[in-house]
């Protein structure tokens, strides 16, 4: 195993954050990374489109993340970067990188401050950001 990933995507809808999610817990899997991807308990998409070597973990909020994170340093990558009091705790002893999936134009960025790393899905993205 190439180590261990913690995703985290409470959306209750399907849309291309969800896609990427998957994609990226996939291409995790292929090169030996075990994942376990938090979603929301009423995104019932997830039912079925499990990937082999990942664990998807059902939670109504971030808040009930906390009693389940691991004791040891981990690298967490969430795909909305506004996590309240599960973020505070994860900045404290794990790794934090979040996707930004759209453009900020016109969007508050501010969340993004407190992440480790930022993964943009495009240079439209990564433009957004800089400015």
């Known amino acids: ?35 376990v991807l938090f979603v929301h308990e009423q995104a019932h998409f997830w039912r079925g489109a499990e990937t082999p070597g990942a664990r998807y973990v059902p939670v109504r909020r971030y808040e009930d993340i906390i009693p389940l994170l691991p004791e040891t340093p981990a690298l967490f990558i969430t795909h909305s970067p506004a996590l309240g009091l599960l973020g505070e705790r ?39 950001l800089q400015s």
């Open 1 to 35: 195993m190439a180590g261990i990933c913690y995703q985290i995507n409470l959306q209750q809808g399907l849309g291309g954050g969800e896609v990427y999610t998957r994609f990226f817990t996939r291409a995790l899997c292929e090169l030996g990374w075990e994942v």
């Open 90 to 128: 994860l900045r404290q002893q794990h790794f934090l990188a979040s996707f930004a999936h759209m453009p900020l134009t016109g969007r508050d960025p501010a969340p993004f401050h407190a992440v480790d790393l930022i993964l943009a899905v495009s240079g439209h993205v990564i433009s957004s």
